[in-house]
Every structure is written in structure tokens, then in C-alpha cells.
């Protein structure tokens, strides 16, 4: 409703009206508004250099001013009109103590007027852009920020004051002049699930507006809560890209500053979910609630290299980083796999009875002392060295964990490859999960504490995939991730299905006698119980229990929980869920093949429940191999059926009908993020490279070696000042070992769809916080969480199968500080 205009708001509009809707609101409590007291003698109006944000009189309202003068002539745009009713009707809902008064109007000299102006919690921008302020009215504008005051920019506000870099600041970002002028509908992908603005809003909103493009990107200077997919609409030749932020905020000069780019249409203020955001901006930048707006600001983070250099001829700091776990205490432990600096001789001639023998090493980083223990050695077969497939090895020290109860009992469970298991002749070796005990006074290791929990053959005559990541559940199982034994040569850089190579007998480029045989423990993702006494159980629930039979025969093994896997090096698992989160490297076709199949994928993917994730059959979303056999390798034979698998390959001694496949949920080839084909009558995709869409296209291909990463959860509870804020909360990271156009993203994932290979909905880089380049974490090798909720990360150093200078553990904490406002600078008191 529309009121006779207060005393002090007189005289205002020249031009246009002002529009007053007076709302009853409960007395404040708390805050900086504060009414004089009764009886007082007013202050005199203070410059605009010393503003304060005022209560209304009386103490009781909080007050919301809608500015919309235009630069440009005539009649007010019918947008500005539903932009006002809109918030008149938020100033109207919602909880009693969530609501406020809202006046209009055009005239720009309410900026020149600090008391006037200094009532206000915020003031909106609704306006068509231009010059709207003179000089003197936006030193008002600024002067009422610096003493705490909020902002709220709507659409063609970031056109507004286009010669002020101050006004830009406010704002975060001008639209280029070729921004797309029809309205269309589009994704919003709501990054942002804390934000009152965002947090209520579905994963994936789509709606009809005008999008602005920008003319340089803010990400990283202010805080994104949504991005406007590009995929979904038409961006125009000024497009920003995957990251193309549609609505942020920002702690800006003593206030607080939301702006969102949609609002652009009458028709916006129609829709319930777009004035459910702007009631969270408002109730913002009013100082109603609290909100994280420096999350996601670059600035807000520090990134410390923990580990100095080596000494020469030493692993004293870190050996060849491999992988790394964290103590409830703080402590990190990490691993190095076996190869060694370039002082060291590298022994390949099998002749040799030392032939690759390595030192697999396990340090200690405390973070009281600040100091690194080497905590022991393993002797491993992992010193071979880089060069040819059948020279170099992928084998060593492969995988840690701490025992659910290390605190107590120092057990670390240890993924590797013992030099004394390797047998010449054959060229096959023994892969093992063993549980050791670390001293908790000295961090020293006991070699003789070796309990021997798992253990299977490996094929060493030919490199590569050995896999090695461990992870827990909350139940006390334990994930074991192992690669697919087998070749990276002979299949052209396809399905690794080439029946034919073997060393005495043993296949070496058929993936399918491991990866896609239920029978071998190679390409799969193990799932045990271990027990005290260093013995295991299997779990409910696994992809087979080890009785499953065909032709007469037991043709499974129980451990199993997830198959068809190439080369699983980093897992992990939400011990909030339990769900399972994984990434392993693809082939090395660098483009797809109309005749064989797709490119090299790498892979992310969630997995709910035990399940088959395709390799050597199918990859990405269901996208099949062609089958190779005998007589003629070179030579096509069919498709394989995602939903039907059968593994007919003279290797294997395991079930030949297989689980179908589930699609996964992240892939990427040298090409692009997610390629998929169009699909004949058969669903088998055409593979030409000309019809590709790329469904993730913040994905770049090129080399690249997938490294999974964690899920973050936030501990409202914990007094640590490094850790990562609450916005990063459920969110999932996923890497490459490869900085240059690669992933180092935190994505969200739908949990309606995650399951069975849906998409992320969300996806931001983290690259300008887990910094890249030659002087930051240029090969990511491994990143984990600690207690203190900082992000602890091993960049692998500079060459292949050694360590160097750049081998190192990182730590990156955030030091941002909390929401704002405090809770003692809200309008009514803590929310």
C-alpha cells in the first residue's frame, strides 16, 4: 500500500514519485541501529565523510531505499514498476522480525543528504544505467557504504556511473556492449547453497531473462553464489565461458554489496523463485541475517609450502610423492612409491637380482613442531625408471591409511609392492595391503609389526596401472583401489582387449583377464572388513560374494565392490554418506575412432552401490569398444552392449556374463568435458569428431591424468582460524595431475541423479586457490582435508618416477574470517 510521504522524505522527487509501503516491525533488540534516546537532543547532521547508519525514528523499522533515476529521458521503464512492487511485497512477507519498509525514488539528491541517506540498512539500485549521480552525490553514496551501509544492484545497475572505478568495485563487473539483447531462457547452476539468496533455490533454475555478458570476469575479486550455463542459451560473440557469474556479493568498503544480473524482464518479478532471491539479498545487505560473502575471493586464501627441498642425496623431506592421509591430531603422513633422485642408480636388466628395487618411504609432517620424520622404508619393486612400456613400472608404495582407531593403536594400513615377491622367470610379483605400527611418541615406523591382510598376483613385465588409493567408511570397511595391470601399448590407444601379448603366458594388454574379469582383483575397487587380529571379513553388500557360479565353476571374488576400472590412484569416501567417490586415468587414443571407439576418458565418478563401471567395454556415459580376438587383433568384430557385457576374451577364468554397465558422471578426452555422439538405432555412437557436444565444457583435454579429491565437510564446531568456510560444505574435488588446462574444480552433484551417472550441476575452478604454475602445485599427486579444515596437497615435483626440488606438501588455508554482518552489527539482534 501506498502512504502519505514522511516529513522527512519531502521534497525528495523532482521528477518521478516516491513510494512509501510502511511495514510493522518487532522493536530492535541488537545491532547497530540503535534510536537516540527519549528525550534527547538530536545530533546534528553529521558530513558525509562521517556517515552512520541510523535507525528510522523511533528505533523500530528497518528501511529499505529503492533508488531507479535514469540518465536517459522518458517514461519510466515498466520494469523499474515491477521491480518496485516486487520488493514491496518481500518488505511485506516472511517472518515478522525478516521484514521492513521500502521507499522509492528517482531523485538523486537523496544522496547528498548523510542523515536522510544514513536511515536507510540498504539501498537497491533499480535503474536503467547512465550517469545518475554527480560527483557530489556518489561521495554521498561511498560515504554511506564506509559507515556500514548495504547495496543491492539489479540488472542495468551495473551499467549505472559507467566513469567511476569505484562504482564498478561496487557493482564487481560492467556488461559488454555486445550482451545478447532478446530474452531467453537459460540454467542457472546455484553454486551457492548457504547464501539466503541461493540457498533455497533449485540446483538447476531455469528461467527467461537477459543475460549480460561481462567485460571481465569477477570471479575470485567478489564471491559467486550463481553462474548462467551458457550451453542452454545463445551467449553472443562476447561470451564469458563455462564461468560465466550471474549474481555475487562482496564485504565492499565497510558495507555489504550484492548484484545480480537477472531482473531484466517485468516478467522476473512474477516469478516466486527470483523474489525469494532478492528477499536473501535483501535481508543481507539489510543486516537482518548473516552471510558468507568472502568464500570463494581468492584473496581470502594462503597457500604454504610445508616441506623444504631435500637434502642432496637424500629423501630426508618427502620421497616420490604418491599419496597422503591425515591424523586426527594434525599429523600428515605421506608416501613416496620407490623411485629415487637422480643420484641413485636405476637397476633394469632382469638378469639382475636387484632389478627395480626401490625404497618405498613413509614421512611424518607435525604440524606443532613444524618438522618432517622419515618414519621407515619399505624394499619395493618400483625403481625402474621412465622409457619403454616394458622397462618402466607403476608399481612401489602405493596407498596409506590410518586405522579408524590410530589414536590409540598407531595401525597404518600400507598399499604396495615388496621387492622380495617379485619372481624373475615369470616376471610376476605380489601386491599386498598390510597394516604396520607407527610409534605415536617418535613417528617410527615397525617393520616387523607387518600384519599381511591382502595379497594377489601382478604382472610386472609390462608398465603400468597399479592404482594404490585406500579410504574408510564409517562402518570400518576399507576401500582398496587397484589398477588394471595391463598395458597402456597394442590396442592403438583403445579398449585395452588385445588378446595376444603375453610373457609365458601371462597376458599383459587385455584388460578384460583383469579390469572386466570377475575373477582378478586388477581394475577393481576391493571392499574388506578388516579385523584386529589382521584377518578380514566381507561386507554385505559387495558386487559378488565370492559363491557365484557359471559352468560349474566359482568365477568370482567377494572382495569386489566396484569392477571395469583402468587405474584408480586416488579414492575417496564421504564418511558422512558412506558414498564412494573415484577417478582413474583413461587410454591414450587422442582422438575417437569411428571404427574402435571413443578417445582416452578420464574419469570421475559417484558411487552409490557396488556396480560395474565399464573398462575395457565401455566408457564415459555408456559409450562402447569394439571387440578384438583371435585370430586377427587388428581386426574389428562387434560392439560391445553396455547393458549386456559378456567377457569372451581366452583370458578369463571369471564369469563371462558381467553386471551392466553404469554410465559415469565425469569424463573428458583431448578434445573437451563429457563428448558425446549421436547415436544410431542400435544406441552406438557415431564417434565423429565433427558431431561431438561436449556436455561439460568447463573440462579441457590434452595430457591428463584424473586425481580424485575429497568431499569437504565443514566443522561448525571446531575453533580452527585455517579452515575452508561452510560454502565449500558436500561440495567435491576433482583434479588432474596437469595444471595447465586441466580440472581443479569443486563441483555439486545432484543426489537424485549422482548415482546413475548423472552430471554435476555446478562446477568452479580452484586453481587461483590451489595455486597452478612452476612455483605452485603444478602436478597435483594428492589432496586431502585435515582436522583443521585446511586443504593439505602433494605436488609431485617436476619429472617422472623420481622426486626433485618441486616435490612437495602444500598446505592451503583460508583466512577470510566469518559471515557478516557480526552478530552484533545485525538489525535485530543475532539470527
Known amino acids: 500500500m501506498t502512504e502519505e510521504v514522511p516529513m522527512h522524505l519531502r521534497g525528495l522527487s523532482t521528477r518521478g514519485r516516491i513510494r512509501v509501503t510502511a511495514v510493522a516491525c518487532a522493536t530492535l533488540v541488537a ?465 585395452g582387449n588385445n588378446p595376444q601379448p603375453n610373457f609365458k603366458g601371462v597376458s599383459f594388454a587385455d584388460a578384460r583377464r583383469t579390469a572386466g574379469n570377475t575373477h582378478n582383483l586388477n581394475g577393481k575397487i576391493l571392499r574388506i572388513h578388516p579385523e584386529p587380529d589382521g584377518t578380514y571379513t566381507l561386507p554385505a553388500g559387495n558386487l559378488f560374494t565370492g559363491r557365484e557360479t557359471d559352468e560349474g565353476g566359482g568365477k568370482t571374488r567377494g572382495e569386489i565392490y566396484v569392477m571395469g576400472v583402468r587405474n584408480p590412484a586416488r579414492i575417496f569416501v564421504d564418511r558422512t554418506t558412506d558414498i564412494l567417490y573415484a577417478g582413474w586415468v583413461g587410454p591414450d587414443a587422442g582422438e575417437p575412432s569411428p571404427v574402435w571407439g571413443p578417445a582416452k576418458y578420464d574419469t570421475f565418478a559417484v558411487i552409490t552401490q557396488a556396480s560395474n563401471r565399464g573398462w575395457p567395454y565401455c566408457m564415459g556415459n555408456k559409450q562402447p569398444y569394439r571387440d578384438r580376438n583371435l585370430p586377427d587383433p587388428s581386426q574389428p568384430l562387434g560392439w560391445y552392449d553396455c547393458d549386456h557385457p559378456k567377457n569372451e576374451s581366452p583370458n578369463n577364468d571369471g564369469l563371462v556374463n558381467l553386471p551392466p554397465v553404469t554410465g559415469n558422471n565425469i569424463w573428458y578426452s583431448p578434445q573437451g568435458g563429457a563428448p558425446d555422439y549421436p547415436r544410431d538405432a542400435s544406441g552406438i555412437p557415431s564417434y565423429r569428431q565433427d558431431q561431438a557436444t561436449y556436455r561439460l565444457p568447463w573440462l579441457k583435454g590434452g595430457g591428463q591424468a584424473a586425481m580424485n579429491g575429497p568431499v569437504y565437510r565443514y566443522d561448525a564446531a571446531g575453533t580452527s582460524t585455517a579452515k575452508w568456510p561452510a560454502y565449500w560444505d558436500g561440495k567435491w574435488f576433482v583434479g588432474d595431475f596437469y595444471d595447465a588446462d586441466q580440472p581443479r574444480n569443486a563441483v555439486v552433484m545432484d543426489p537424485r541423479t549422482q548415482g546413475s551417472g548423472g552430471l554435476p550441476v555446478h562446477s568452479e575452478s580452484l586453481k587461483r586457490i590451489v595455486p597452478v604454475g612452476n612455483d605452485g602445485i603444478k602436478n597435483l599427486m594428492d589432496w586431502k582435508f585435515g582436522p583443521d579444515g585446511a586443504l593439505y596437497v602433494l605436488d609431485y615435483g617436476r619429472g617422472f618416477f623420481t622426486s626433485d626440488a618441486k616435490s612437495a606438501l602444500w598446505k592451503v588455508t583460508y583466512k577470510g574470517g566469518g559471515p557478516t554482518p557480526t552478530a552484533d552489527g545485525l538489525a535485530r539482534g543475532a539470527q
Open 31 to 495: 545491532g547497530l541501529l540503535s534510536a537516540p534516546a527519549a528525550g534527547a537532543r538530536p545530533a546534528p547532521e553529521p558530513p558525509l565523510t562521517t556517515m552512520s547508519i541510523k535507525s528510522p525514528p523511533g528505533g523500530a523499522n528497518v528501511r529499505v531505499l529503492i533508488f531507479h533515476g535514469s540518465a536517459a529521458a522518458g517514461d519510466e521503464s515498466p520494469v523499474v514498476n515491477a521491480g518496485i512492487e516486487a520488493i514491496e511485497r518481500i518488505g511485506l512477507s516472511g517472518p515478522a522480525d525478516q521484514r521492513f519498509e521500502v521507499e522509492a525514488t528517482d531523485d538523486a539528491s537523496v544522496f547528498t543528504s548523510g542523515t536522510r541517506l544514513g536511515s536507510y540498512n540498504a539501498v537497491v539500485f533499480l535503474t536503467g544505467g547512465g550517469d545518475v549521480l554527480d560527483p557530489e552525490q556518489e561521495a554521498g553514496l561511498e560515504a554511506y557504504m564506509e559507515a556500514g551501509g548495504g547495496f543491492l544492484g539489479v540488472h542495468d545497475a551495473a551499467r549505472a556511473e559507467p566513469y567511476s572505478d569505484w562504482f564498478t568495485g561496487l557493482i564487481g563487473a560492467r556488461p559488454a556492449t555486445s550482451s545478447p539483447t532478446a530474452v531467453q531462457r537459460a540454467t542457472v547452476e546455484v553454486g551457492d547453497r548457504r547464501h539466503p539468496a541461493t540457498g533455497g533455490l533449485p540446483l538447476e533454475w531455469k528461467r527467461p531473462d537477459l543475460w549480460p555478458n561481462w567485460v571481465k570476469n569477477p570471479s575470485g575479486e567478489v564471491h559467486t553464489v550463481a553462474r548462467v550455463r551458457e550451453s542452454t542459451y545463445q551467449p553472443g560473440t562476447s561470451a564469458n565461458g563455462a564461468d560465466h557469474p550471474v549474481s555475487w556479493c562482496r564485504d565492499y568498503d565497510g558495507g555489504r554489496s550484492f548484484y545480480t544480473g537477472m531482473g531484466g524482464t517485468v516478467s522476473s518479478y512474477d516469478e516466486t523463485d527470483f523474489r525469494t532471491h532478492l528477499r536473501g539479498a535483501l535481508l543481507w545487505t539489510s543486516r537482518l541475517v548473516q552471510a558468507d560473502c568472502k568464500a570463494t575471493i581468492t584473496g581470502n586464501y594462503k597457500a604454504e609450502r610445508l616441506t623444504p627441498a631435500n637434502q642432496p642425496g637424500q629423501n630426508d623431506q618427502i620421497g616420490e610423492p604418491h599419496g597422503l592421509v591425515t591424523a586426527p591430531d594434525g599429523r600428515v603422513l605421506y608416501i613416496g612409491r620407490g623411485g629415487a633422485d637422480s643420484s641413485r642408480p636405476v637397476i633394469t636388466d632382469w638378469n639382475n637380482p636387484d632389478v627395480g628395487k626401490g625404497k618405498g618411504q613413509i614421512h611424518v609432517y607435525d604440524p606443532a613442531t613444524k618438522k618432517v620424520t622419515l618414519a621407515g622404508e619399505l624394499t619395493v619393486f618400483g625403481n625402474k625408471g621412465g622409457g619403454d612400456e616394458l622397462v618402466k613400472v607403476e608399481e612401489g608404495l602405493l596407498g596409506i591409511e590410518l586405522d579408524p582407531r590410530f589414536e590409540q593403536n598407531g595401525w597404518v594400513y600400507l598399499h604396495y609392492t615388496p621387492h622380495s615377491g617379485v619372481n624373475r622367470d615369470t616376471r610376476m610379483a605380489e601386491r599386498r595391503v598390510s597394516r604396520f605400527t607407527l610409534d605415536l611418541a617418535t613417528n617410527r615406523l615397525d617393520p616387523g609389526s607387518e600384519k599381511v591382510l591382502l595379497k594377489w598376483p601382478v604382472q610386472v613385465h609390462s608398465c603400468c596401472h597399479a592404482g594404490g588409493g585406500l579410504a574408510w567408511d564409517s562402518k570400518g570397511n576399507l576401500y582398496i583401489a587397484t589398477g588394471d595391470n595391463n598395458s597402456s601399448g597394442f590396442s592403438g590407444g583403445y579398449s
